[in-house]
């Protein structure tokens, strides 16, 4: 079993920028493939982007560019960068662990673009 916790999410203008944290329970955390979700008001949940455990990282067309995922093995923190918010990044942000052919998720955290 995994839990994991999302943290950094708030409000802010666009333009602007935030930095999502994720903290893994386990002591294998470097051998989990991570990735960030997102869910907006009245849409799906969507891939954001994806780190492998050797750090290769994969984006969405949407936010390429503009955030950047990483993560800290010695922590069990997986991050997500992001700059240059636009309004229709605002969603719930959810990190997902993939442990075998385990999902496994956490509560999200809610980013909000607005001015």
């Known amino acids: 079993q995994v839990q994991l916790g999302e943290s950094g999410g708030g409000l802010v203008q666009p333009g602007g920028s935030l930095r999502l944290s994720c903290v893994a329970s386990?002591?294998?955390?470097?051998?989990?493939?991570m990735r960030w979700y997102r869910q907006g008001p009245g849409t799906e949940r969507e891939l954001v982007a994806r780190?492998?455990?050797?750090?290769?990282?994969n984006y969405a067309d949407s936010v390429k560019g503009r955030f950047t995922i990483s993560r800290d093995n010695t922590k069990n923190t997986l991050y997500l960068e992001m700059n240059s918010l636009k309004p229709e990044d605002t969603a719930v942000y959810y990190c997902?662990?993939?442990?075998?052919?385990?999902?496994?998720w956490g509560q999200g955290t809610k980013v909000t673009v607005s001015s």
């Open positions: 780190i492998t455990r050797d750090g290769i990282a």
């Open positions: 997902n662990a993939i442990v075998g052919v385990q999902n496994y």
């Open positions: 386990g002591t294998f955390f470097s051998t989990y493939i």
